[in-house]
């Protein structure tokens, strides 16, 4: 899906489907898994891709969980401010990032 809107539009639907998206990539998968609720799947994802994306996966699964200190530490890897809003909106937010890229 070459349309970045479109593809976002079918990331948010796939949701409420058994499987995320075929065409995701490792941190999309974490993200979905992550907005979902299923935080064990998404952390295992995001804590083996070692670059700044994965950085920020990693923080906005620790807020998830609760644990501010340790999200703390990967957004300052990912070059990221450490944030505290809602983190459903954060997930569609680097998701729809992940997919514009």
């Known amino acids: 899906m ?3 809107t479109a593809a976002f539009d079918a990331f948010v639907l796939s949701l409420d489907a058994d499987a995320p998206p075929p065409a995701a990539t490792p941190m999309q ?3 979905w898994h992550g907005l979902r609720g299923e ?7 995001a804590q083996v891709q070692e ?12 807020r998830i969980e609760g644990d501010l200190g340790n999200a703390d530490y990967w957004y300052r890897q990912a070059h990221r401010p450490a944030r505290r809003g809602d983190t459903r909106d954060e ?3 680097i998701a729809r990032a992940l997919i514009s890229k």
């Open 29 to 31: 998968r974490a993200v």
């Open 51 to 62: 670059d700044a994306e994965g950085a920020w996966v990693h923080a906005w699964l620790h």
């Open 2 to 4: 070459s349309d970045p």
């Open 39 to 45: 935080w064990n799947a998404a952390h295992e994802l």
């Open 91 to 93: 997930g569609l937010e």
